[in-house]
């Protein structure tokens, strides 16, 4: 793979002056962020003094002398104050953010790509997650150059800390297949030895290097700058070398604290006389510095590295860039020093080493010195384009897979048809891309992989044929397979529904995930929907429904998940033709930007749950509501997040007015998904017992329950009375008495309608893990079958009617 063209490189003076700057403008953020903000709650602002300080170097060494325009960037969390300091110097940031750093509306306190007001390339804070997130960037990368053609050469950079190597997501990333072969990627490990609370005991690099390497990655140690290269090549060279070798991390990191003289008597105590002849024509500043040259802040020897990764275009590098946090402060290499603040006097002396004043130390460089004319021009050389968020395509609302036939079908299967008719789309196929963690043909991808092939940088040869599933691997395929790692499949997706940022072009990604496993992955979901991006992701099978599987299979959580994570949109059908209206809908949305196409659903997050089953469910009911409501309105209604799927008064018209006039009791029984058969079997017997019982489909919790909190925050920041909410009044309208919620879930996702409608409400849902078993038995076992449902049904009325009494009546006398 190309990587980008060489950058120039000004003299090694000017770059010094710069992270110098760009030092005293990280420290300087945090420390105005703490000491002169007024703080009204007593709370520490905080902020990583130290933490910034270690990468200032590396973040110099890349944003000004070598990184190109289209070069992507993940910055670790603690760092954010230097690359706001680097945007600021490079004219992408307005001053006054500088005093608004952990500000409402300020400057975030972990790099943000939709809260920063400055160019941020990957959102990081969860460790372990951004640091993955540009190798799923490179992964996109070289999809998208394999089918549209190559993009401006880019290299997809992490910088992390070296505390986040412990984190699982780390290795699970760098071994999976599809990650594999990646040249234009690049990890710096800020490889300072410390954690929050420690110095660590233990340097694991010979572990770690083993590690990449065994995952076939280029490894470059980065531990000596060229003061302390430069003496390793004179006599006793070799003797001072092992001896810096053989220090424990504590004894070294502890050089740092002390006065030169002090940093000369603790590093030759005991050393061999070897290392002492060396030292001996040195003055004690000369020795602390050479001793504490560490690579990492060394910017010839940063650049060199970058250079060398960048020839290294078949595979991965990772540079273990040794630094020591804190670096440039007097608090560097104290074992406490993480969220250790300077104080006013030290920042003085900081503002004065840096040459600046009271009335200048926010300036930027002057714009005709060495260093401005330079910021000027690295501004120029980073520009980047305006990137497209839209696809021209034309998304149906319907394909028709979803039509009723004869036999009963389950909505795993319509989705896997459904697709399968989009790929059909000849405008529209090109952006599809699908990918699963080994979960492909089991959640149904198989007819759209047979269609569409398997993604792979190089034509491979099939040397079997199995007449089902055609696992052609080449560059054209458009599924992208994954090793068993829930996290991989939500950073790739995370990576995809940004690649109309991040590598200039709109895609429609979906993948598919056991629901139960949802939550393995759950950390990685959060990140990449907080990242902005737009994918859609089927849960599937969900739910106690896979019952023969047991409770280790059977999700009941994952409703909750999707209802409440933000930039999400949960979606659970029932049925086939739903389903087709509500994945043509999520897949325009996607297509149009994030912006709603011409439907009846409203703008909304963009990305998009479906919680699925592969119980197989009879199509007349939907069917029969379908005739009584119209396509339009029932599509309108579905989309919106709930519909009536049945009428007891059109079901059983004498309900509607008994003997005497009195209406008979009413109930609505409020169901989503592959529970309904039961809900209606309910119905039907308590019709038979003259409860009118209206049942209403809910195919989307999460609209229904936004457009209920829209009218809610409406009312309140407008100190007016909240009105109805549009979508709950077209499902629930004209519908007496309480409701019951029955749910294949967890029985608090729905409970709330009672809440939005004003009536009592019974919760019905699996609030206790499952077993294996048939669907009847675990329905039974957690009351969501047809009898325990008409009697939650009973029990809503009598609570009803005894809260009439009681509260509604006036007292007697």
């Given at each position: ?10 003299d ?5 002056a ?10 300087r ?40 325009a ?5 910055v670790k ?50 460790v ?5 997130a ?5 992964v ?7 089918h549209?053609?190559p ?7 992490a ?6 190597l ?49 995952a ?11 003061r ?15 001896w ?74 990772v ?20 969220s ?9 002396a ?5 040459g600046?004043?009271d ?60 697709l ?39 034509e491979?040869?099939?040397w ?11 560059p054209k ?10 996290m ?9 529904g ?19 496993f ?5 950390d ?11 994918f ?32 999400v ?10 389903l ?13 930007g ?5 439907t ?6 963009a990305s998009?749950?479906f919680r ?16 009584r ?22 079901a ?9 006039g ?12 592959a ?14 017992e003259?409860?009118?019982a ?28 909240p009105?109805?909410?549009?979508a ?7 519908t ?17 309608l009672?809440?939005?409608l ?13 077993q ?17 449902i ?11 009617y ?12």
């Amino acid at each position: 793979m190309s990587t980008a063209p060489a950058q120039p490189v000004p003299d090694l003076a000017t770059l010094d002056a710069i992270q110098r700057r760009v030092l005293w403008l990280a420290v300087r953020m945090v420390d105005a962020a703490n000491r002169e903000r007024p703080n009204t709650e007593g709370l520490k602002v905080g902020g990583h003094q130290a933490s910034s300080a270690s990468m200032v170097t590396l973040m110099t060494a890349l944003y000004f002398a070598h990184l190109d325009a289209a070069d992507r960037v993940s910055v670790k969390p603690h760092a954010s104050p230097v690359l706001h300091a680097i945007n600021y110097l490079l004219g992408n940031l307005d001053r006054s953010y500088l005093t608004r750093l952990r500000s409402y509306g300020g400057l975030q306190s972990y790099p943000s790509r939709t809260k920063d007001p400055d160019r941020v390339d990957f959102s990081t804070g969860s460790v372990g997650l951004g640091a993955a997130a540009p190798l799923f960037g490179a992964v996109t990368r070289r999809y998208v150059d394999a089918h549209f053609g190559p993009r401006p050469p880019a290299r997809f950079i992490a910088l992390l800390g070296d505390a986040e190597l412990d984190e699982g997501n780390i290795w699970e990333a760098i071994a999976d297949p599809a990650t594999q072969g990646l040249g234009n990627v690049t990890w710096v490990v800020d490889f300072n030895r410390q954690s929050l609370d420690r110095v660590v005991p233990g340097v694991r690099i010979g572990q770690w290097s083993a590690q990449f390497q065994a995952a076939g990655w280029h490894v470059v140690e980065l531990r000596f700058g060229g003061r302390l290269t430069e003496l390793f090549a004179r006599p006793g060279g070799d003797a001072l070398r092992r001896w810096i070798e053989g220090m424990s991390n504590e004894h070294y990191q502890s050089l740092f604290a002390l006065t030169p003289a002090q940093a000369r008597a603790r590093f030759t105590e005991d050393a061999p006389a070897a290392v002492v002849d060396l030292l001996a024509d040195l003055s004690d500043e000369e020795v602390f510095a050479a001793v504490t040259d560490l690579g990492g802040h060394d910017l010839a020897s940063l650049l060199d590295a970058f250079a060398e990764c960048d020839r290294v275009t078949d595979r991965p590098s990772v540079i273990f860039a040794y630094t020591v946090k804190g670096w440039g402060l007097p608090i560097a290499g104290n074992p406490r020093n993480h969220s250790q603040l300077l104080g006013g006097e030290q920042i003085a002396a900081l503002r004065g080493a840096t040459g600046l004043a009271d009335d200048t130390e926010w300036d930027r460089f002057d714009a005709a010195s060495a260093e401005g004319i330079w910021c000027n021009r690295r501004q120029e050389a980073l520009r980047l384009e305006p990137a497209p968020r839209r696809l021209a395509v034309t998304v149906p609302e319907a394909t028709g897979a979803g039509r009723a036939g004869r036999k009963p079908v389950s909505t795993q299967e319509v989705f896997g048809r459904t697709l399968v008719d989009l790929s059909r789309q000849a405008d529209l196929a090109p952006y599809l891309v699908s990918t699963a963690p080994d979960v492909a043909t089991s959640t149904n991808l198989a007819g759209f992989i047979n269609r569409m092939g398997v993604f792979h940088p190089v034509e491979q040869r099939a040397w079997s044929v199995d007449p089902a599933l055609k696992w052609t691997e080449s560059p054209k395929g458009q599924h992208i397979e994954l090793g068993i790692s829930e996290m991989n499949l939500f950073l790739l997706l995370g990576q995809l529904g940004l690649a109309w940022d991040l590598s200039h072009q709109p895609l429609i990604p979906i993948g598919t995930v056991y629901d139960p496993f949802v939550l393995r992955g759950l950390d990685a979901f959060v990140y990449s929907v907080y990242s902005g991006a737009r994918f859609i992701v089927a849960g599937t099978p969900s739910g106690v429904t896979l019952a023969p599987e047991g409770g280790a299979h059977q999700s009941t959580v994952t409703p909750s998940v999707g209802l409440e994570l933000p930039g999400v949109t949960l979606v659970e059908p029932a049925y086939g033709t739903a389903l087709d209206w509500l994945l043509c809908d999520a897949v325009g949305h996607i297509a149009a930007g994030g912006d709603a196409p011409t439907t009846a659903a409203p703008v909304e997050a963009a990305s998009y749950y479906f919680r699925l089953s592969t119980r197989p469910i009879d199509q007349a009911p939907f069917e029969a509501a379908r005739q009584r409501l119209g396509d339009v309105v029932l599509r309108r209604q579905v989309l919106a997040g709930a519909y009536r799927l049945l009428d007891p008064y059109e079901a059983a018209p004498h309900l509607r007015s008994r003997p005497g006039g009195e209406p008979a009791p009413s109930v609505v029984l409020a169901a989503s998904g592959a529970v309904l058969p039961e809900v209606l079997a309910a119905a039907a017997e308590l019709m038979n017992e003259g409860v009118a019982a209206h049942v209403v489909d809910v195919t989307s919790a999460d609209r229904l329950y936004s457009a209920w909190q829209r009218t809610l925050r409406q009312g309140i920041r407008t100190a007016t009375t909240p009105s109805a909410a549009g979508a709950l009044r077209a499902a629930f309208g004209g519908t007496r008495g309480p409701v019951v919620t029955i749910h294949d879930g967890a029985s608090h996702a729905m409970a709330w309608l009672g809440a939005a409608l004003g009536v009592h409400c019974v919760p019905l849902g699996v609030d206790s893990f499952g077993q294996s078993g048939t669907i009847a038995d675990l329905y039974r076992a957690h009351d969501l079958d047809p009898g325990s449902i008409v009697n939650a049904a009973l029990a809503a009325l009598e609570l009803s009617y005894t809260a009439e009494l009681t509260y509604h009546r006036p007292a007697a006398e």
